[in-house]
């Protein structure tokens, strides 16, 4: 029970310190890109750079009318292997940037309608704080 209370403690006082109330997340979007699909093939992976100018977020998910399903994936190496994991969330720190990229977080494209070089593909990014953003995702190599 008394760590209980410590644990709550400590949570209030990270939720009160930055000057009480966390400023709202302003997030914008760059280098969205999605790679060039193998040919046949209808899975493949999207990047991007969310910089953030206010107060903390996390992107929980990812949509797009082009594709049956996207996940949040990230890459890790494991004894000198690649592995990828499916995620819940990536953390978008305040005043910060978070990236999708080969090697780390990810979006995983499944069913994605097909595609070439130089089209664009709009994906819809939901954050868990801000508005929903409608990114323009060029496909390309990275
Ligand atoms: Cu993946």
Redesign the pocket.
Known sequence: MKYFLITLLAVILAACSGGGESAAPDISVSDALIRTPPQGRDIT?GYATMTNAGGADRLIGASAEAAYRI?L?Q?SMEEGVMR?RRVEAVEIPAGGEARLEQGGY?L?IFGLEAVEAGDTVSVTLDFETAEDETVEFTVGQP
Do not use: D, L
């Open positions: 992976a996940e994936h890459n990828m990810h995983m």
